[in-house]
């Protein structure tokens, strides 16, 4: 239910879209982000920094191209945003040498460091290669695939977080992990 609400702003920029074009569907858009953004702090629910700097992009972003009536920076949007997250986490991770994966994930999922390192760059790689998937629909094919193309680059997220799960669960459980504390532990033979 809770990825149903999450995507209700974009099936109402897609309708809209369909029904006004671009220029109403951004307004939609932003409407509809204000909304949620609202409903979530009137029921005190916490927001995170991705809803957070999603909802600002949006807003500055939406306003950009409803003030100018230029569709580029609502284009340019998702882009900014794949990447900005991209940077984050390898930023996060260069500058605290843990994994920003590992910290969202906390708790959930229990991995050595060198397993989380290997996720972190997977998701930062994902992110810069939806990035670039957005920019090249955008001005390769028309308006109307680029306004589907979002559904299929969260289709594609989605399936990335699906095979990663995989991978966790069915590769990686019960696999030992290599660590300085066992590494050659096991050469000692009982006298």
Request: charged share 15%; proline share 3%; aromatic share 14%.
């Amino acid at each position: 239910m809770q990825i149903l609400f999450e995507l209700m702003p974009l099936v109402a920029f897609f309708v809209a879209y369909k029904f006004a074009g671009i220029y109403v569907a951004t307004a939609v858009i932003v409407i509809a982000v204000c909304l949620q953004v609202g409903y979530r702090l009137l029921r005190r629910q916490k927001l995170t920094t991705l809803q957070i700097g999603s909802a600002v992009l949006l807003l500055v972003f939406g306003g950009l191209t409803l003030a100018l009536h230029d569709d580029r920076f609502i284009i340019w949007r998702p882009t900014l945003y794949y990447w900005l997250v991209a940077a984050a986490l390898l930023g996060g991770h260069l500058l605290t040498g843990k994994p920003v994966v590992e910290k969202l994930l906390e708790g959930d999922i229990k991995l050595s460091h060198d397993r989380w390192t290997k996720l972190s760059y997977a998701w930062i790689a994902v992110f810069v290669v939806l990035g670039c998937l957005n920019i090249y629909i955008a001005y390769n094919y028309s308006r109307d695939t680029w306004v589907m193309s979002k559904f299929v680059l969260i289709g594609l997220f989605m399936l990335f977080v699906m095979v990663q799960m995989y991978w966790i669960v069915v590769k990686w459980n019960g696999m030992p992990e290599q660590t300085p504390a066992t590494e050659g532990a096991g050469d000692e033979r009982p006298n």
